[in-house]
Each structure stands twice: as structure tokens, then as C-alpha cells.
């Protein structure tokens, strides 16, 4: 079975500081994805990424960057977190574009 | 803008009864359609539908897609607690330009009593 594994539960930070989210698959997917999910607004597409080193915003990209360094491993950054990236924050991958699995997610609390 | 909307937002029913999630969706180059079940962590992968009429059955979950009217449902017969959860709808078409990716609707929240 597919395995993405993301690094933190829970996480709390402090307002302004850096953050990094942390995303490992173990299948050798090329399309990996990091969506928040917020009550009310379902799953929304943060920045997804088709190949090593290669990256597309998605639809919320503001106040967020990523990371594809290795094809197994895909990281969101939170440049200077805010109290409105509190959220819960889901990474996917999928060898094609159907059928994703996700992650276990991390819920952020920004204070 | 696509889009997918999934109603009701909410449901509360009691055990035995059966259940239907409605879909619906304006997506560019319409792909496949996705149903999750998310309970306490992450989405689970439910179904793929990608022709219409033809439904997909696993157990007690069965689901349908109309792409001439563009909407899915998911029915669950004889529901039991266990399928407390949040469903999601997904499509997968063209977004942006780029090779596409899941649109999600908002999820509907299903919460089954003993």
C-alpha cells in the first residue's frame, strides 16, 4: 500500500515564526499536493507539485511556499506564520492524477 | 470557475435508515469523479466513476455519476455508526492550464445515532 507520511499531528507555533510541514511518500509518485481544510471551506489547494524541483500554485498559495528537492518528499513552508493559517493542512500524492492518497495530516494552531 | 458542490451540508440520521449524498460539478474537461470518506484523519478513497450509469457498489455504499447533468450520488443503505463521517466529492479535470488536479466540494457531514 501507498504510504505518505507527514512529519507532525499537531503542531503549535508562534505567530511570525518559519514553519515546515513535512510530506514523504514511499511509492515513487511524481504528483504530490498540499490542500488546508477549514471548516465550512473544505479541502483547498495550497501548491501541488507534477516533479522533482518543479512546483504550480494552487489556490490559496499567499503566505506559503514548497519545497521538491527529492521525488519522495515534498515540504510547505509557512514563511511567517499567522493566526490565519491555523488550520489543518492535508498532503496527497497520486502516480496519475486520479485516486490520491493522503496523508494523516497535521493540525497547525498558529497563537 | 469550477466548481463542485455537495449537499446536504449536513445530515443526522439513526442507524437502519438509508442515505443519499448528492454531488454536483462544473468542472473544464470533466475527467473522473472521486468520493472520500474522511473520519477522524485523513480521506479514504471510496470510489472512481468516469461513465455515467454505471454504478459502482462496495457493501453498503453504491454510487452513480449523470455527466449529462453533471452530478454523482452516494447512497448508503442500512446505515450503521460506524459511517459517522464527512464525505467528500472530488472531480478531477483541467485547472489553471496545468495537468489538473481534485477539485473538492465542501464535504458532507453525515452523523448516524445508535
Known amino acids: 500500500d501507498v504510504k505518505v507520511t507527514q512529519s507532525s499531528r499537531y503542531l503549535v507555533k508562534r505567530t511570525g515564526e518559519k514553519v515546515f510541514l513535512e510530506c514523504v511518500q514511499d511509492?515513487?509518485?511524481?504528483?504530490m499536493f498540499w490542500y488546508r481544510q477549514d471548516p465550512g471551506l473544505g479541502l483547498r489547494l495550497i501548491y501541488f507539485s507534477y516533479d522533482v524541483k518543479m512546483k504550480e500554485k494552487g489556490d490559496i498559495p499567499e503566505g506559503y511556499s514548497v519545497s521538491r528537492e527529492k521525488k519522495e518528499r515534498f515540504s510547505l513552508i509557512l514563511e511567517s506564520a499567522s493566526t490565519n493559517q491555523t488550520s489543518m493542512y492535508l498532503c496527497?500524492?497520486?502516480?496519475?492524477?486520479?485516486?490520491?492518497?493522503f496523508g494523516s495530516g497535521t493540525r497547525l494552531t498558529v497563537v | 470557475e469550477d466548481k463542485v458542490v455537495q449537499s446536504p451540508l449536513s445530515l443526522v440520521v439513526h442507524e437502519g435508515d438509508t442515505v443519499t449524498l448528492n454531488c454536483s460539478y462544473e468542472?473544464?474537461?470533466?475527467?473522473?469523479l472521486l468520493w472520500y470518506k474522511q473520519e477522524k484523519k485523513a480521506p479514504t478513497f471510496l470510489f472512481m466513476l468516469?461513465?455515467?450509469?454505471i454504478e459502482k457498489k462496495s457493501g453498503r455504499l453504491s454510487s452513480i455519476l449523470d455527466k449529462k447533468e453533471l452530478f454523482s450520488i452516494l447512497n448508503i443503505t442500512a446505515t450503521q455508526t460506524g459511517d459517522s463521517a464527512i464525505y467528500l466529492c472530488?472531480?478531477?479535470?483541467?485547472?489553471?492550464?496545468?495537468?489538473?488536479?481534485?477539485?473538492f466540494g465542501k464535504g458532507t457531514k453525515l452523523s448516524v445515532k445508535p
Open positions: 511509492m515513487d509518485h511524481e504528483n
Open positions: 468516469t461513465s455515467s450509469g
Open positions: 472530488a472531480v478531477a479535470g483541467m485547472h489553471g492550464g496545468s495537468q489538473g488536479n481534485l477539485i
Open positions: 468542472v473544464t474537461n470533466f475527467r473522473s
Open positions: 496527497a500524492s497520486s502516480l496519475i492524477q486520479y485516486g490520491y492518497t
